[in-house]
């Protein structure tokens, strides 16, 4: 309860400043006559609290309000079952929750309402002739869409802006790219981030747009400037940042009581 009160705390709140997206809509510009993009929220929460669980109840928060489209972005078709799992326990029905693989690439998705499950993997499919399943969901949700999207292990997503190597800079990952693209083109979603490695490096927030970790109001003014410092502060900027994303209502991380015990119980003997 205490996630979902958090959560739904943050995304009624705009990240300072207006943007438009680039026109490859994987960078956010800052623009005066742009749109103002909702704030969202980090559960970095360890194995065994139950992320999966919490992500369900965000999404049950907002089904109440209304909202009854939703988007569930994870790393395996497998885990569409602990979704369900996890939807129905809070009274949900499990026919709710369909499969992006259900709906044909190049087709319309014809479900009215309902959470919409996708793999990363099929996030960032297309065909030779432009159709691409981005563009298919961006289609079923529109312009406007307010809703939450869940963006389940959302360290596979680390990758979306880019890499150094020692033979140069390498671009970002599609799989990342997708991501980003799909938060950028919709200002007004609410995005939920679950992760248990979420702080532990850079790169894994590089993806992670609306929490105001670089431009207007903070002390990075692009997205660049972010992954320098955390590149050049290391562990301890990570630590920095984690701890004053928790201040402001925005990230959360826990372990279990379970594990807890078993480490303590480990470091006695």
Not at 31 to 39: C, I, K, L, M, N
Not at 59 to 77: E, F, H, N, P, T
Not at 184 to 191: E, F, S, W
């Amino acid at each position: 309860m205490e996630v979902i009160i958090q959560a739904g705390d943050a995304f009624e709140r705009d990240l300072p400043g207006h943007f438009r997206a680039n026109d490859a809509g994987d960078r956010l510009i800052e623009d005066e006559t742009g749109a103002a993009y909702r704030t969202g929220f980090y559960i970095g929460d360890g194995t065994g609290v139950g992320k999966g669980r919490e992500a369900a109840g965000c999404i049950m928060d907002q089904w109440c309000q209304g909202r009854r489209k939703a988007v569930y972005l994870s790393k395996s078709s497998a885990l569409q079952v602990e979704a369900k799992r996890d939807w129905t326990a809070l009274g949900g029905l499990s026919v709710d929750i369909q499969g992006l693989d259900v709906f044909p690439l190049g087709k319309p998705i014809t479900m009215p309402t309902g959470i919409l499950f996708c793999t990363y993997a099929t996030l960032r499919s297309q065909r030779h002739d432009e159709a691409s399943r981005l563009q298919q969901i961006l289609d079923w949700l529109g312009k406007e869409f307010d809703g939450i999207i869940v963006i389940d292990e959302a360290h596979a997503l680390a990758n979306a802006a880019g890499t150094e190597t020692q033979f140069g800079a390498a671009k970002g990952s599609e799989q990342g790219l997708a991501g980003v693209r799909l938060q950028n083109a919709l200002p007004r979603a609410r995005i939920l981030y679950l992760s248990a490695t979420g702080a532990t490096d850079p790169a894994n927030l590089c993806y992670a747009a609306r929490l105001g970790l670089w431009g207007p109001g903070t002390a990075f003014p692009d997205r660049n400037a972010f992954m320098a410092a955390m590149d050049e502060g290391g562990i301890a900027a990570m630590e920095i940042v984690a701890r004053d994303l928790k201040a402001m209502g925005l990230y959360t991380a826990r372990r279990s009581a379970s594990l807890a015990s078993n480490m303590k119980r480990s470091s006695t003997s």
